[in-house]
C-alpha cells in the first residue's frame, strides 16, 4: 500500500467533505482517503490517500465515473496535484 498527498480545489468545501461520492468510487478499490481544508477558508483541500494498486487508480481515474464523480463533487480537475510518499 502506498501513501499519497492530493491536492486540489473545489467550488463548495462544506459539500466536498461531506460528499459520500469518495467512499463510493474509491472503496472498491480498495483506496482509503482523509481529508483537509485550508483553515483560511480559501477552496483548496488535501487528502492523505492510501492507494493499493496505483495503475488500477490511475486507470480508474481516466473512466467516465471519474469524471462524474468529481463533477458530482465540484473538484476543479485542473488543480489536482498528487505527490507520493517518498
Do not use: C
Request: charged share 30%; aromatic share 10%; proline share 6%.
Amino acid at each position: 500500500m502506498a501513501t499519497y498527498l492530493a491536492f486540489h480545489e473545489v467550488d463548495d468545501v462544506d459539500h466536498w467533505q461531506s460528499s459520500p461520492k469518495r467512499e463510493e468510487v474509491f472503496g472498491p478499490l480498495g483506496v482509503t482517503t482523509r481529508t483537509f481544508r485550508d483553515p483560511e477558508g480559501s477552496n483548496r483541500v488535501g487528502l492523505i490517500v492510501e492507494i493499493p494498486d496505483f495503475d488500477a487508480f490511475q486507470e480508474f481515474m481516466q473512466t467516465e465515473e471519474a469524471a462524474d464523480a468529481m463533477k458530482h463533487d465540484g473538484v476543479r480537475p485542473e488543480t489536482l496535484l498528487v505527490l507520493k510518499e517518498a
